[in-house]
């Protein structure tokens, strides 16, 4: 048997990164300004939270899911935070300490535990989405995890034995016909497979696309009729892995290209169209405007070097880009639109897959993969300008969600909730911006109770 874990030095388990150890539920919640009345439902932070010490080297990837919560009703603020409680988290509870390596470190749990669980655990730590009814909790080497909207974990979810395979954390909604559309990449054949669900959750449609070699795709794009993926040169080296080598490549003479498939389509039907290389982690939007498509993304020069899982430093930024794909000529434009480098970009997610005006990105102090976002910044493509705000000299905000107005008759009628915690205080409160102008500061910040680490990707789940 693998004897329990050390403590480690890591800086992600360190200040407001250190895990938290406490389940809570918080009625009534302190809060300066006055609460929108329109917003009713639920804001969700997700992002890894280890209960136990690592084995070994620590990525921020590695570890537990938390689902952190804050849930407006009647104009009052509750908070509750719960694990998922992934089949590797109970087994390690059972035995008391780690059981899994790391994306950092691999290294395969006991055998009991494999029998038990796999060699893999599904923390679930990265996103969520609501579709048919059902709340998921998303990682991307694995399946989803279906949870309770008071966060009760329910259990790994293959929409009925049909998913064959891992999900992206980055599904789209189609905000007309309720399909969610996704895909799973993996570092073993079939490297690449595309999925659409119906507005009921069953999955009707599901092709693999050939690639050359394993390649790590974070996230893709929809347009109304078009799925649309990047094939990046971040290439996968299992046996690099095996031997605790960084376990993604950058080589670019592989070059990158961008690949648009009708979203019923076989993977036989994509087209491919080369670009300069780059590295896009999250997509803002794409549409079509006839037959050129528009993708809208924050793009990096080269990969981020966090992605090579035990390198951390950073030298590139991610800047906004914009491409147009003549889908008759074959011919590709792209540039860059501001000079600001940031990530985690949102939008309305009523408009995916549409034409839209507003776009909102979160701007950061630095990009040394140490989640160091500090404020937002929202694009008005129509009008060509930028405003932004900044939460604080130490404060360190996380991803800003979009949550529309449902009274409002604009698209940026809403408002942007992020989670911020201060480094000098180590307090957390959920920030509240107006969208339509966020560069005016908050219009209220609720108090969290504790101080919730940093982590990845929100959103706004809307009163049942």
């Given at each position: 048997m693998t004897a329990a874990a050390k403590p480690i030095e890591s800086p992600f388990l360190q200040g407001i990164m250190a895990p938290v150890h406490d389940e809570r539920d918080d009625r009534d919640l302190k809060v300066t300004g006055e609460l929108p009345r329109a917003l009713r439902g639920m804001f969700l932070r997700n992002g890894p939270n280890p209960q136990f010490a690592p084995r070994g080297a620590y990525h921020p990837f590695d570890g537990d899911g938390m689902l952190h919560a804050v849930y407006f009703e009647d104009g009052r603020a509750r908070y509750r935070n719960r694990w998922i409680e992934s089949r590797g988290l109970l087994a390690e509870r059972k035995r008391g300490h780690a059981c899994f390596g790391s994306v950092a470190e691999f290294g395969l749990p006991d055998q009991d535990v494999m029998a038990e669980v796999g060699v893999l655990k599904n923390s679930g730590n990265t996103h969520t989405v609501h579709h048919a009814g059902r709340y998921l909790a998303l990682m991307e080497a694995a399946p989803p995890t279906a949870f309770s909207r008071e966060l009760a974990t329910l259990g790994?979810?293959?929409?009925?034995?049909?998913?064959?395979?891992?999900?992206?954390?980055?599904?789209?909604?189609?905000?007309?016909?309720?399909?969610?559309?996704?895909?799973?990449?993996?570092?073993?054949?079939?490297?690449?497979?595309?999925?659409v669900a119906d507005a009921s959750g069953a999955l009707v449609h599901s092709t693999t696309i050939d690639l050359p070699v394993s390649v790590m795709i974070h996230d893709f794009a929809i347009t109304e009729n078009y799925a649309i993926f990047m094939d990046a040169p971040a290439v996968f080296d299992i046996e690099a892995m095996m031997r605790n080598e960084p376990g993604v490549r950058w080589e670019p003479e592989r070059g990158t290209r961008i690949g648009v498939l009708p979203r019923r389509g076989s993977g036989d039907q994509i087209r491919w169209f080369e670009i300069p290389n780059c590295y896009v982690v999250h997509y803002f939007n794409a549409w079509e405007d006839g037959r050129t498509l528009e993708i809208f993304a924050p793009a990096f020069d080269t990969m981020p070097g966090g992605l090579s899982m035990n390198r951390m430093e950073q030298t590139e930024e991610p800047k906004p880009r914009r491409w147009k794909l003549d889908l008759d000529s074959g011919r590709?434009?792209?540039?860059?639109?501001?000079?600001?480098?940031?990530?985690?970009?949102?939008?309305?997610?009523?408009?995916?897959?549409?034409?839209?005006?507003?776009?909102?990105?979160?701007?950061?102090?630095?990009w040394d993969f140490n989640f160091d976002f500090h404020g937002v910044v929202k694009y008005d493509l129509e009008s060509g300008r930028a405003e932004q705000f900044v939460h604080g000299a130490t404060a360190v905000s996380?991803?800003?969600?979009?949550?529309?107005?449902?009274e409002g008759k604009n698209e940026d009628d809403g408002w942007l909730l992020t989670m911020v915690t201060d480094r000098a205080t180590e307090k957390s409160?959920?920030?509240?911006?107006?969208?339509?102008?966020?560069?005016?500061?908050?219009?209220?910040?609720?108090?969290?109770?504790?101080?919730?680490?940093?982590?990845?990707?929100?959103?706004?789940?809307?009163?049942?």
């Open positions: 790994e979810y293959d929409f009925g034995g049909q998913l064959h395979g891992p999900m992206t954390a980055h599904p789209k909604l189609d905000p007309d016909t309720g399909e969610l559309l996704f895909f799973g990449y993996s570092p073993f054949p079939p490297f690449l497979r595309y999925h590709v434009t792209g540039e860059q639109f501001d000079d600001r480098s940031g990530e985690f970009p949102r939008i309305d997610d009523r408009r995916a897959g549409r034409r839209q005006r507003y776009l909102y990105n979160s701007i950061a102090r630095g996380g991803e800003h969600a979009f949550v529309p107005n449902p409160t959920l920030a509240i911006l107006d969208a339509r102008e966020p560069s005016a500061g908050p219009v209220a910040r609720v108090e969290i109770p504790r101080r919730v680490p940093l982590g990845f990707h929100a959103n706004w789940f809307p009163a049942e």
